[in-house]
């Protein structure tokens, strides 16, 4: 399995990108990666998914270089709603499927 | 679709007392997955059944803890008996399998408190 490591917590102030970064080495090829958003009291939501290069939809983007060991989600021009926990999670396409959620990035939007 | 359903939303028990937790998946996905919460070890995967069969059942802490699925829209959790240390939220969530995707819907939480 892919372990996965990311900051525990950022902070930033509404209108800024912010870009969290998830280092995961031992990727394997059937791998990919998946990013949740949690909000307090809430369950995790899925928010973009990818396996290499970039991705981007309506919440974020997600950088992934050519050698896969790292991944960095974007977003652009936080507000305060997008506090959350925000987790990164490398999963098989195959074989045994064994999501690890760990335990995130508490990001803090300030005013 | 109504989402994933958990109940009781809340749980307040006393130490020794069964507790059995309840989760409905989202009609037609064939994964689903029960997952504990708490401050100190943050999102853990107790267990995961595909198409009602448990896969994976590594992250159960002790024998206290059981899980079934007796069909495809109902599963349960069960804590006999339960402990103070077992006060956390439990979640479950729900996925349907596809190659390269991976969107698991969650459910509310059950936050359980034991005394």
């Known amino acids: 399995l892919a372990k996965t490591t990311q900051p525990i917590s950022m902070d930033s102030y509404e209108g800024q990108e912010v870009n969290i970064t998830c280092s995961h080495n031992?990727?394997?090829?059937?791998?990919?990666i998946t990013w949740y958003q949690q909000f307090p009291s809430q369950g995790p939501r899925f928010i973009i998914q990818?396996?290499?290069t970039k991705v981007t939809n309506e919440v974020a983007s997600l950088f992934i270089p050519a050698d896969r060991k790292s991944s960095t989600l974007s977003l652009p021009r936080v507000s305060l709603s997008d506090t959350a926990v925000y987790y990164c999670?490398?999963?098989?396409?195959?074989?045994?499927?064994?999501?690890?959620f760990g335990r995130g990035t508490s990001l803090i939007v300030h005013p | 679709d109504a989402g994933v359903i958990q109940s009781p939303r809340h749980e307040v028990t006393e130490m020794g007392q069964e507790v059995t937790l309840r989760c409905k998946p989202i009609?037609?996905?064939?994964?689903l997955f029960w997952y504990r919460q708490t401050m100190m070890r943050g999102l853990e995967l107790l267990i995961y059944?595909?198409?009602?069969?448990?896969?994976?059942d590594s992250g159960m802490p002790e024998d206290r803890f059981s899980a079934k699925m007796p069909n495809a829209s109902f599963s349960t959790l069960k804590i006999q008996p339960s402990e103070p240390r077992d006060s956390a939220v439990y979640f479950c969530?729900?996925?349907?399998?596809?190659?390269?995707?991976?969107?698991?819907?969650f459910g509310p939480g059950t936050r359980l408190t034991v005394l």
């Open positions: 059944f595909n198409n009602n069969v448990p896969i994976d």
């Open positions: 969530a729900s996925r349907l399998a596809g190659r390269f995707t991976d969107t698991q819907y």
């Open positions: 999670l490398v999963v098989s396409s195959g074989g045994s499927y064994i999501p690890t």
């Open positions: 009609s037609g996905h064939d994964y």
């Open positions: 990818g396996y290499k």
């Open positions: 031992n990727i394997a090829t059937n791998d990919y």
